[in-house]
């Protein structure tokens, strides 16, 4: 039920923001998306999609960090087997 | 998919469960909130992959599985109503009611349809002018800013033949009925990602104070699931007891304010009656006065109905988190996704289904839930 889904936003139609719609293109497919929750969003955004409306612009840079993370515990474990 | 797959990556998912592995000394049980969490936990198997000292219990984050019989009922006699049009998600159609499932309204001749979006709904009712539309409004808060607009733009645009059934519920409230029952084992929380993509963090605050544990905004996907464990474990083995932020790419700590702000004008708190837990106070969103008009209860006058819960269905304990579907003497045996009890057995979402999906041949003798070994390419 609370599934959202990230999709990139394409076309953004309507000049009142609160009924702001546009384009998303979710790996292929096309959909009509609400945007009128996220105003700050542009052309090329990834937005989390749920029931037809977006509820969040995605930050990339929030989005690799995870993986800068596995990276860096990496890189501290090869230390340590160095060290042993 | 961008944004999806990177995030059940094999290589990655394996560097975390090392790394739980490794920090994890003590007996923890941990509570993913979310329903889309515990069929991800199953499905890929994270449980399996976890050390035996780190326990995942299954939580109400179903709202499919929580909407109390009641509703069920109101529901199919709106639905079955000559003049009216009923809107829903497609898994209510089948949550069993006292009598019926909203399928057997449909069979008989009842104008229910699926819906992929509240403003679907809008959308029929501005088409069919001398229908009655009424849309199933079910959801926790990532649901609430859809219906929440849904009944704005109707009364924007001067629609009148557009209703919602009210069952929102609210994911806080319930975490706290949780952690102050005596039964209580769950010692840490992975709260649900798309509820505070909307409501942000900043309402868990005192619950981790006041009842000292970890809670971990989580995402949905293996690698997000993985790493909200070893932070919730990290916190418990260091004895801290703090509000942590996985799934930063979507929740800000204020959450999402424009959709907070449509939400705090058309919807009030309210108490609400959870499906096999009863009434928690201020547990759910009613209208506010202002938009009682668009009340389905209010125009059907179906606010009275009562309905009890069958018995045999042990689906409020594990929504507790308190048992595991496999104790429940009818699971898959009386009970399965075609003949469902509770509603538990009829979402996707829901913790007796998803146990049957994935678990079904390994719950045989001693009807243990673990398979044990399962790897996740
Ligand atoms: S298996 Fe069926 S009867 Fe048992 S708790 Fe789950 S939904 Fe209820």
Redesign the pocket.
């Given at each position: 039920m609370c599934l959202a889904v990230p999709g990139r936003i394409e076309t953004i139609e309507g000049v009142d923001p609160l009924l702001k719609m546009g384009k998303v293109n979710f790996g292929g497919i096309r959909k009509n998306v609400s945007l009128s929750y996220v105003p700050e969003a542009v052309i090329g955004d990834y937005v989390m999609v749920h029931v037809g409306v977006a509820i969040s612009v995605v930050d990339e840079e929030e989005a690799n960090r995870v993986f800068h993370y596995l990276k860096e515990m990496d890189e501290l474990q090869e230390l340590g087997d160095t060290l042993q | 998919m961008k944004f999806i797959d990177e995030y059940r990556d094999g290589e990655a998912a394996r560097k975390l469960t090392d790394a739980i592995h490794r920090i994890t000394t003590g007996n923890w049980t941990l509570m993913e909130v979310c329903g889309g969490q515990t069929h991800a936990i199953v499905k890929f198997g994270i449980d399996e992959l976890l050390p035996d000292g780190v326990e995942l219990v299954h939580g109400p984050g179903c709202p499919v599985c929580v909407t109390p019989l009641e509703l069920i009922d109101k529901a199919i006699a709106i639905a079955a109503r000559p003049e009216v049009i009923f809107c829903s998600f497609g898994d209510m159609l089948r949550v069993p009611g006292s009598e019926k499932d909203l399928f057997m309204v449909k069979a008989a001749g009842g104008d229910v349809r699926i819906v992929y979006s509240p403003l679907d709904a809008v959308r029929i009712a501005r088409e069919n002018p001398d229908r009655e539309v009424v849309f199933f409004a079910v959801g926790f808060e990532t649901t609430a800013p859809a219906n929440a607009m849904a009944v704005w733009q109707a009364k924007q645009l001067g629609i009148t033949n557009f209703s919602i059934l009210v069952s929102h519920v609210l994911v806080p409230p319930a975490i706290e009925a949780i952690l102050s029952s005596p039964q209580n084992r769950v010692q840490a929380f992975l709260a649900a990602g798309h509820v505070c993509t909307i409501m942000g963090y900043t309402e868990y605050e005192p619950l981790a104070k006041k009842y000292k544990v970890p809670i971990v905004v989580t995402g949905f996907e293996p690698v997000d699931i993985l790493q909200g464990v070893y932070m919730c474990v990290k916190q418990l083995e260091e004895g801290r007891c703090e509000v942590e932020n996985q799934y930063a790419r979507s929740v800000r700590k204020e959450g999402n304010v424009p959709a907070r702000t449509r939400i705090e004008e058309v919807f009030r708190i309210v108490p609400r009656k959870w499906r096999g837990v009863g009434e928690i106070a201020e547990s759910g969103l009613g209208l506010t006065d202002e938009y009682a008009e668009y009340d389905a209860e209010q125009k059907f006058n179906v606010a009275e109905y009562t309905a009890e819960e069958?018995e045999?269905?042990?689906?409020g304990?594990?929504l507790q988190g308190i048992?595991k579907?496999a104790e429940?003497?009818?699971?898959?045996t009386?009970?399965t996704p075609e003949h469902?009890?509770?509603?538990?057995?009829?979402s996707n979402e829901?913790?007796?289904?998803a146990y049957?999906r994935y678990r079904r041949d390994s719950i045989g003798e001693g009807r243990s839930a673990s398979a044990g070994g399962k790897s996740y390419e």
């Open positions: - | 069958p045999e269905c042990i689906a304990l594990v048992k579907p429940c003497p009818a699971f898959a009386k009970c469902p009890f509770g509603a538990t057995m009829v829901g913790a007796c289904a049957y």
